[in-house]
């Protein structure tokens, strides 16, 4: 056992809420699990050393951060430092209701522990982490048949030395429809464990973004799991950069018929960064669509996982599950660990996956700068030509155009090393 | 304008060109021809800065410019450019931007004042409408999934929007049906001017017949080795290259 580790358990028994009749279950569990090794198969290719004897202050400092809103966007705004939520929106649109996990009223409590772990499955060792010691965040109810146009924005910013161990549970109701925005930011030396899970009810729809944007010595383990009714729509768009530490675990379960899931996922690493994306898709009922797409460019010694895993159970007749990973690696020694996993038990169903790993295609560098381009801009156009398809389909077009900028800045950091 | 001395440059520790002398004057067109293997594409490569062409001796100046110490991209701002034998497709990126980033790199090296985008798509359309390439070809993936003839047009269209002072046309010819000919021929030769110079380089004297070459040039294996005006085309179009000290037609035909 890690020192971490051993830390979070000791911590966990301390906590006392609404919540704990569910936190003992993931205690019982937390407690039998062992610290990750390279020969852990969900671990194989992510190391967690850094974090191994570490310990963080939790929610103790309310410092000083700079923030500004996504410019052009009219948003609801949740902005997080160390864990404490910096003010609780008010006049929210009729239908939408936000309580903080600290403070949630008892009609609320009932339904969110009943939800709470249903749509997480067991087996992350952080999201366990995060069951025993989850001490802010929010709770998401979207009334059935309401359109929330308004995109909730939730941001993470953690000082030096900071811990923060959130969890979101969102309920989206039947027919409604809502937009979530999830920003982690930073780079200083801390650690932002982010659990989120997603309930869309019947007929509902979910836009879900996934800005993983810590960088250097921010660690970050978080997962977003979500839970699709009959006729439910995921439409989902994540984005990493990675750090020392960068593990996003997603988990779609398809459990109603005719659920639609919509997945881009795109990662940008740096020099010398490191991350990890875990997928898995559930078709436990048939007629579900999921379709994932998958990009990623890897700089110099940076180091890029990701495992898909499409799992078809044996009653999900007429599933169409598409999953595609096409990854470009910069310099030689950029590194992919890319793994599709398919594992099918039924026997009507449509499905296709595929990974391909390509080198920075010289000859257009070549032709580019033959025409006057600078080798930087043309390397640019070049990695942003790449990923540009998957950002041109996000839904929110002022959300795309304010995430342009910041990958092209992040192309020319990442050029600039090469 | 151009200025060869001695050129020697190889590929892959393959000497390629073994002494290329060439000097072309402002407002001529020169035509470079010769058989496969002579080192035709290899002249245009080295000229334009591709990588892995190493340059072993000899000197290339275009005006004050010593083109072999500069970058690929710098060559090209100081005027020179290479319409591409086999353009590249580049998914992702398209022609408009493209061509963009190309003329404002161009503009800003000479320090003028950048076009609007209307500007520049006004400019863009003009250069389209004159290679008879459908509008639509601005927006898509530069080259991506052009035909042949599509994508030696896009090199004309390009070259009309970067007004270079040196063109050099890897057989620009290849591939191209009659009509795809005169439209590339016209293509250049209404850019024809005083202070211009063109470096046609063909397999073929069909080319020549459009653009018409005011000296004639006959590279093979690495260095030219016959030149003279007009008419040597025709001569070379009856007698092939066969003729060629040390040239193996079996080779040739592989």
């Not at chain 2, 010819?173 to 021929?185: C, N, R, Y």
Request: charged fraction near 25%.
């Amino acid at each position: 056992m890690s020192a971490y580790l051993a830390n979070a358990i000791e911590q966990g028994q301390l906590v006392n809420d609404w919540l704990t009749p569910k936190r003992l279950g993931s205690m019982a569990l937390l407690q039998q699990t062992s610290w990750p090794t390279r020969k852990t198969e969900s671990w194989k290719y992510t190391s967690v050393r850094s974090l191994e004897k570490k310990t963080f202050e939790r929610g103790t400092t309310n410092d000083e951060h700079a923030f500004s809103s996504i410019a052009g966007l009219d948003a609801i705004e949740l902005v997080f430092v160390n864990g404490v939520l910096q003010q609780l929106p008010e006049g929210l649109p009729a239908g939408l209701s936000i309580a903080s996990l600290e403070n949630v009223p008892e009609s609320t409590q009932v339904w969110a522990r009943e939800q709470f772990n249903v749509a997480k499955p067991s087996q992350h060792l952080f999201g366990l982490v995060n069951d025993v010691l989850a001490d802010n965040g929010v709770i998401v109810d979207v009334a059935e048949g309401v359109t929330i146009d308004t995109p909730i924005h939730l941001v993470n910013l953690v000082s030096e030395n900071n811990e923060t161990q959130q969890r979101v549970i969102v309920r989206v109701g039947q027919n409604a429809k809502v937009t979530m925005i999830e920003h982690n930011t930073g780079s200083v030396e801390s650690l932002v464990n982010h659990v989120a899970e997603y309930f869309v009810e019947e007929s509902a729809e979910l836009e879900l973004y996934r800005f993983s944007f810590r960088t250097e010595k921010a660690l970050t383990v978080s997962g977003a799991h979500v839970q699709l009714a009959k006729k439910a729509k995921l439409n989902a768009t994540i984005v990493g950069f990675g750090s020392e530490l960068s593990r996003m675990d997603l988990d779609v379960l398809h459990r109603g018929e005719n659920a639609f899931a919509k997945i881009n996922a795109i990662y940008l690493l740096a020099k010398g960064e490191h991350f990890d994306l875990h997928s898995t898709i559930e078709h436990e009922i048939g007629h579900c669509v999921t379709d994932e797409t998958v990009r990623g460019i890897v700089g110099e010694k940076a180091t890029a996982v990701f495992n898909g895993r499409i799992h078809i159970h044996r009653d999900a007749q007429k599933t169409l599950a598409e999953l595609n990973n096409k990854n470009l690696l910069l310099t030689d020694d950029a590194k992919i660990n890319t793994k599709p996993e398919l594992e099918i038990y039924a026997d009507d169903v449509r499905c296709a996956h595929g990974a391909t790993v390509a080198e920075l295609d010289k000859s257009a560098l070549y032709y580019m700068t033959s025409r006057g381009v600078s080798r930087d801009t043309a390397l640019v156009m070049l990695n942003f030509g790449f990923i540009n398809a998957l950002v041109d389909e996000m839904p929110n077009a002022v959300l795309a155009e304010w995430l342009r900028p910041i990958l092209k800045e992040r192309f020319v950091k990442m050029n600039a090393e090469l | 304008m151009l200025e060869i001395k001695n050129l020697q440059a190889s590929v892959e520790d393959k000497e390629i060109l073994k002494g290329l002398n060439l000097e072309i004057k402002p407002g001529e067109v020169h035509a470079i021809m010769g058989p496969n293997g002579a080192g035709k594409s290899t002249l245009g490569y080295v000229l334009s800065g591709r990588e892995g062409y190493e340059v072993t001796d000899g000197s290339a100046t275009l005006g004050n410019d010593d083109l072999l110490d500069m970058e690929a991209e710098e060559r090209a701002r100081a005027g020179l450019f290479l319409a591409f034998q086999y353009p590249v497709e580049i998914p992702g990126v398209s022609n408009l931007e493209f061509m963009k980033a190309a003329v404002d790199a161009h503009m800003e090296a000479r320090g003028e004042e950048l076009m609007s985008s209307a500007e520049f798509l006004k400019a863009a359309k003009l250069a389209c409408k004159q290679v008879n390439l459908p509008l639509e070809f601005l927006k898509r993936g530069v080259n991506e999934g052009f035909s042949g003839g599509e994508k030696k047009r896009n090199e004309i269209m390009q070259m009309l929007l970067l007004k270079p002072s040196l063109c050099i046309l890897d057989e620009s010819d290849s591939g191209l049906d009659i009509d795809a000919l005169k439209v590339v021929a016209e293509g250049v030769n209404s850019q024809r001017d005083p202070k211009r110079s063109f470096i046609v380089v063909t397999h073929y004297q069909r080319l020549l017949d459009y653009i018409k070459p005011d000296y004639v040039h006959v590279l093979s294996d690495g260095k030219i080795v016959k030149s003279g005006d007009a008419s040597l085309a025709k001569e070379l179009e009856a007698e092939g290259y066969a003729w060629l000290e040390g040239y193996d037609v079996e080779e040739a035909d592989a």
